[in-house]
């Protein structure tokens, strides 16, 4: 069945990334990495606001006392949705300065996974952390080049690892102490339909995937097996997020990085955000509990 796919806002993104559905103030949160902006969508009107972040900012998840955790390249960051401030955390410990954070989930005991990757997109230096009550540790596959995800189904026990490079998608299993067992393969795109990019899961447990360069995001079972592809104009597709408030509105965000003069003529809505209704919800995002 053909989706019926609309434009919510023309926002000409470099790299938007990391859509985010926040449930108490039913709006959804989304980055733009490259012009270090973290963009607020009002789904009631559609108008679009835009913070300037101090640095190349991968994600944002909210957390219990009202703030968001945002994921930068120097590290984390509060940011005060009600002063619209940012003020810096804490490091990642380990991580080099050539490197970045790039995509992140919450899990229903208030923990954040996040990944890193090399910032020019070479160096295999990329790894999965997990962020607890204030303490980062490594947890997950790697070295990797280009991180994405986690996403994580808690009701299941599993969390679903991005090798963007490597066109994989992998599973391990996840207890509810947080320990990651080994990594297994779930799916792989070709190089030729695109790259795996950001993963979400919904309500029964599918993942859904950005794919980078491909035809559209792309739904896989618990198994890894390909349900449904999502035909969209543009080639760059970052993410999903499923918001709304039945959870079933897919927010899509995507990307003009890499599109010559041509490209972007035959795709004039590249780096905007998307949207398009789905039959399963999804379900909704745990704040990082402080």
């Not at 559609?46 to 944002?60: D, H, L, M």
């Not at 957390?63 to 002063?83: I, K, S």
Request: charge should be negative; charged fraction near 20%.
């Amino acid at each position: 069945m053909a989706r019926a796919v609309s434009c919510v806002a023309e926002t000409g993104c470099t790299l938007g990334e990391g859509p985010v559905w926040d449930h108490a103030r039913q709006c959804l949160w989304f980055v733009d990495i490259k012009q270090e902006q973290l963009l607020h969508l009002d789904p009631a009107s559609n108008a679009i606001t835009r913070y300037a972040a101090p640095g190349q900012i991968g994600w944002v998840i909210p957390a219990t006392d009202g703030r968001l955790v945002a994921g930068l390249q120097n590290g984390l960051y509060w940011f005060d949705p009600e002063r619209g401030r940012f003020s810096f955390w804490m490091e990642v410990p380990g991580e080099p300065a050539t490197n970045r954070l790039n995509d992140a989930c919450s899990d229903d005991e208030g923990r954040i996974w996040f990944g890193s990757m090399d910032d020019g997109e070479d160096a295999v230096s990329g790894r999965f952390y997990v962020l607890e009550r204030g303490t980062i540790v490594p947890r997950g596959p790697a070295p990797i080049s280009i991180t994405n995800g986690p996403a994580v189904a808690a009701a299941r026990g599993r969390i679903y690892f991005t090798d963007t490079l490597g066109g994989t998608m992998s599973v391990a299993d996840l207890d509810r102490s947080g320990a990651v067992g080994a990594a297994r393969l779930l799916a792989t795109i070709p190089e030729a339909e695109g790259y795996p990019d950001g993963p979400v899961v919904d309500s029964e447990g599918c993942i859904w995937t950005g794919v980078w360069a491909g035809d559209g995001p792309r739904r896989y079972s618990a198994d890894g097996a390909l349900l449904e592809t999502v035909a969209m104009p543009v080639r760059n597709v970052t993410k999903i997020a499923l918001g709304g408030a039945d959870f079933r509105t897919a927010y899509v965000t995507t990307a003009r990085k890499g599109l010559d003069a041509e490209a972007l003529a035959a795709q004039p809505l590249a780096g905007g955000l998307f949207s398009f209704r789905v039959d399963v919800a999804g379900t909704p995002v745990t704040p990082y509990a402080l």
